[in-house]
């Protein structure tokens, strides 16, 4: 079946380095999506790319989907304490299905 | 609008109870699903429905049972309560299918821990 890895699992940074998350599909994905989940909350969406090779840029946050898109990216620039959380990578792979990945934790340490 | 609401946020239950997590929403929104998060793996997804009076299997769908009689709710039924069970739900809906090009808006989740 289609499976979403995203690595790495766990990253701890100093406040104001920089953090990169990858995810990697199986399959080509119709779309990524990119989720936060603040520790005890629920996710929400941050961005979505549908197009091969996009890249959309949130403020310090930088989203890349890949050529053959079956892999995405988020990067974040210069980490605040307020990016704390785990985020996740979730493709399309299909009219009504939505992979998620195992997800990445980011701790700041101030 | 509340979005999309959970209730309870946390439930205790013991091996073989069966409860039903309730889930709705305001948005108007065709598809919901349900899923679980354990540690280290991510979401997983249980159920979900396109529409009223439609379900189908998600990823993890034994064990539990959904059903869709109004556009607004969507509960899960756990039949009988196993300690593998023991997870965070998520309710979510979205007004297109997952795979289309719509965000998802999650509910605050329902933390059950079943003994």
């Known amino acids: 079946g289609q499976q979403v890895m995203q690595i790495p699992q766990y990253q701890h940074v100093q406040e104001g380095e920089d953090f990169t998350t990858y995810c990697n599909s199986s399959t080509t994905l119709s779309n990524i999506q990119w989720y936060k989940q603040r520790p005890g909350g629920h996710p929400v969406f941050l961005i979505q790319l549908v197009k091969s090779g996009e890249v959309k840029k949130q403020k310090r946050l930088t989203f890349q989907f890949g050529e053959a898109k079956k892999n995405s990216s988020l990067h974040i620039t210069a980490t605040q304490t307020t990016d704390v959380g785990t985020y996740f990578c979730a493709g399309g792979g299909g009219a009504n299905n939505l992979f998620f990945g195992t997800g990445t934790r980011l701790t700041v340490i101030p | 609008n509340a979005g999309v609401t959970q209730t309870p946020k946390f439930q205790v239950l013991k091996t073989g109870q069966s409860m039903t997590l309730q889930c709705a929403q305001d948005m108007n929104h065709e598809y919901m699903s349900w899923y679980r998060q354990d540690p280290g793996m991510g979401l997983r997804l249980i159920h979900y429905?396109?529409?009223?009076?439609?379900?189908d299997q998600g990823e993890v769908p034994n064990g539990y049972n959904v059903s869709r009689s109004t556009t607004e709710d969507f509960p899960l039924r756990l039949l009988s309560a196993a300690p593998s069970q023991t997870s965070v739900y998520f309710c979510?809906?979205?007004?297109?299918?997952?795979?289309?090009?719509?965000?998802?808006?999650f509910g605050p989740g329902t933390r059950l821990t079943v003994l």
């Open positions: 429905s396109v529409g009223a009076g439609i379900t």
């Open positions: 979510a809906s979205s007004s297109q299918g997952a795979g289309g090009t719509d965000t998802q808006y």
